[in-house]
C-alpha cells in the first residue's frame, strides 16, 4: 500500500508543471556514440565474501545453486543484464596463478590472501569454475592476468589454456579437467594497478613488460581476446599518456581506476550510513570528478590516438566507505544505500557522455565488496539501491547516446559545495524506443524539467522513479524491498512536458 502511494504520488508530481523549470532539450536527430553494453561491466574479486559465500557454496551446499554457483544470486544478477564479469582481482589477480585452480578441487593448493585479510584461498574457484558463472549469467568474460608475482610464460599458457581448439597438452588438459571446446575469453589484462599492489612501477617500465607479454599471449585469429593494459589512477593521467603512446598498436585499451570517497581521505573515508548532508554533497561532488578525469585521461590519450582506437576502461570505479563495525577490515563490507544509486546513476551519465572512448567499466565489487549491487549472509539475501540503478538503465546498454543540452540548472549547495541539481542522459535504445534518465542531487527540494524534444512532438514519459525520505535510505535483510523503484510518468499537456524529479532520485523514462 505504502509503495502504491508512493507511485502515485510520483505520477502526480510527474504531471505538475512549474515555473523556473531547467530546461532539458534532447537532439534526436543528431546521433552520437552507441553505448557499449560493457559500460554496465561489473567486477568480481576473490575479495572477503564477494566471491565465497556469496556467490560460490559449491556444489554441495544446501543453498540451492546450480555447479556452485547460488541460484538466487544468479537470478536476480541475470535480471539486471549482467554483460560483463571482471576475475579474479584486482590485487589479488597479481598474486593468482591459475594452475592452482584447476583439476579436482580437493587437490588444490591452499594459499593466503595476502591483500585481502589474509584468509585462505581454497582456489575452490578457478578458471572452469569462473565460466561457469560467465554461462549462467550469459555474459561476457574479462580474465585479469598475473603480471606482478607472475611470469610472461604462466600468462600465456593460460591464454593457450583457455583458447587453444588444438591437440597441445594444455588444451587436453582443459579437455580432461571437463571442457572440450576452447573458452570464449572477450578481454584479457595483463596486471593490475601496476603503480601500486600490482608491483609499484613507473608506466615507462611497465610498458616494456606489456609488450614484453604481448609479444607471446598467442591465441586462435578468431578468437583473440582483447588486450588490456593497465593503467593509471585519479593522481596521474600521466600512464594514460605513455601507454597511448608506447603500446597503440598492442593493446585495444588501457584501463583507469577512481573511487568515489566521501571525505576525499584514504584514512578516515566516512561511513555508508547514518551521514551527514555535508557527506551526501561531498560524495556527489567527489564522484562527478570523474567527469575531469576522463578528460584529463582522454586527452593525454588523443596526443597520440586522436582517433580513438584505445578504449579508456574504468575497470574499477564506484563508493568506497569505512568498513561496517564488527567486520573483518580486509574484507571491504559497506551497506549501499539510496546515495550509492545516486552516485551510479550520476556516473552511467557520465560514460554515455564519453562513450567514444569509455567503452566498458566495472564497478566494484558485484556483491558483498565495496558498492555491491548484492548484499547476503548464509542462505539469506537481498538487492541494493545501486543493482535498482543498474536496472533501470538496462535500456541504456548498446542503445546510441543522444545530445542533452540543460539550461537554467541551478546548483544544488551546501556550504562551500555546489553541485548541478540536475544530470540527464538521452539516448535511442536497440528497440528504437527513445530513453531519458535524469538525477536529482538535492536531497531536499524536487526539480522541475521541461522536456523538449528538437523535432518532435511528445506525447509523454512513462518510467520509474528511485528514491526514499531519507538520504541513507538502505535495504536489509528484515526490510529487503525498502528501497526500490515505482512507477513514473506524466502526459505532455499543449505539446509541453514537465517532469517533477523528486528530491534525491534517479529516474529513467521512454519519452513517447
Ligand atoms: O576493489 C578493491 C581493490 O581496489 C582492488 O583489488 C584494487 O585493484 C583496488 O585498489
Redesign the pocket.
Known amino acids: 500500500m505504502k509503495q502504491l502511494k508512493l507511485g502515485m504520488l510520483a505520477l502526480c508530481m510527474a504531471a505538475a508543471g512549474a515555473a523556473n523549470a531547467v530546461s532539458l532539450t534532447i537532439d534526436a536527430a543528431k546521433s552520437g556514440p552507441v553505448i557499449d553494453k560493457n559500460i554496465y561491466g561489473q ?1 568480481a ?1 576473490h ?1 572477503g565474501t564477494g566471491v565465497y559465500e556469496g556467490m560460490w557454496v559449491g556444489p554441495e551446499s544446501k543453498i540451492p545453486n546450480t555447479k556452485g554457483w547460488r541460484n538466487d544470486v544468479v537470478g536476480a544478477l541475470k535480471k539486471m543484464h549482467v554483460p560483463l564479469v571482471r576475475w579474479p ?5 597479481d598474486e593468482y596463478h591459475w594452475k592452482d585452480g584447476i583439476g579436482p578441487r580437493s587437490k588444490r593448493p591452499v594459499k593466503v590472501n595476502t ?2 585479510g589474509g584468509v585462505e584461498e581454497s582456489n575452490a574457484v578457478g578458471t572452469h569454475e569462473f565460466f561457469d558463472l560467465i554461462d549462467l549469467l550469459g555474459a561476457d568474460a574479462y580474465v585479469n592476468g598475473n603480471l606482478g608475482s607472475g611470469s610472461v610464460q604462466e600468462m600465456s599458457e593460460w591464454i593457450e589454456y583457455m583458447t587453444s581448439d588444438s591437440k597441445s597438452t594444455l588444451a587436453n588438459l582443459r579437455r580432461k579437467n571437463g571442457h572440450d571446446k576452447p573458452f570464449k575469453v572477450a578481454y584479457f589484462a595483463v596486471g ?2 601496476a603503480w ?3 608491483g609499484n612501477m613507473t608506466p615507462e617500465h611497465y610498458a616494456d613488460l606489456y609488450k614484453n607479454v604481448e609479444t607471446f599471449l598467442k591465441a586462435p585469429a578468431t578468437s583473440r581476446p582483447k588486450l588490456i593494459a593497465s593503467g593509471g589512477n585519479d593522481n596521474d593521467s600521466r600512464w594514460s599518456e605513455v601507454l597511448a603512446k608506447q603500446l597503440k598498436r598492442q593493446a585495444d585499451a588501457i584501463s583507469f ?1 577512481y ?1 568515489t570517497i566521501p571525505t576525499g581521505q584514504w584514512k578516515v573515508k566516512g561511513a555508508a550510513t547514518g551521514f551527514a548532508e555535508n557527506e551526501w554533497i561531498s560524495t556527489l561532488s567527489n564522484t562527478l570528478r570523474m567527469d575531469s578525469h576522463i578528460r584529463d585521461n582522454a586527452a593525454a590519450m588523443d596526443k597520440s590516438d586522436p582517433e580513438k582506437k584505445l578504449g579508456l576502461f574504468i575497470d ?1 570505479w ?1 563508493t ?1 566507505y569505512d568498513v561496517e563495525k564488527g567486520t573483518n577490515a580486509g574484507f ?1 563490507f559497506q551497506q549501499n544505500t539510496l546515495r550509492d544509486a545516486v552516485v551510479a546513476a550520476l556516473n552511467f551519465n557520465i560514460f554515455h557522455e564519453h562513450a567514444d572512448r569509455v567503452r566498458m567499466t566495472n564497478i ?2 558485484m556483491v558483498n ?2 558498492q555491491s549491487m548484492i548484499i547476503t549472509d548464509k542462505d539469506r539475501m537481498f538487492v541494493t539501491p545501486t543493482y535498482h540503478a543498474f536496472e533501470m538503465y538496462v535500456p541504456f546498454q548498446g542503445a546510441t547516446s543522444l545530445p542533452v543540452t540543460l539550461a537554467d540548472n541551478p546548483q544544488y549547495t551546501l556550504g562551500s559545495v555546489s553541485v548541478p541539481e540536475v544530470s540527464a542522459s538521452a539516448a535511442r535504445g536497440k528497440d528504437g524506443k527513445l530513453y531519458l534518465a535524469l538525477v536529482n542531487t538535492d536531497p531536499g527540494k524536487a526539480a522541475e524539467v521541461a522536456v523538449n524534444v528538437a523535432g518532435q512532438a511528445v506525447k509523454g514519459a512513462q518510467g520509474r522513479v528511485l528514491t526514499a525520505s531519507a538520504m541513507d535510505a538502505h535495504n536489509t535483510f528484515q526490510w529487503p524491498q525498502a528501497v526500490k523503484p515505482v512507477p513514473f510518468g506524466a502526459t505532455a499537456a499543449n505539446g509541453k512536458l514537465n517532469l517533477t524529479i523528486p528530491a534525491k532520485s534517479v529516474v529513467v523514462v521512454e519519452v513517447e
Open positions: 567486477f574479486e575479495l582481482g584486482g590485487c589479488f589477480a591483500n585481502w593490475n594497478e601500486g599492489c600490482g581506476h573511487y574499477e564506484g568506497w571491504l566494484a565489487q565488496v565495496l
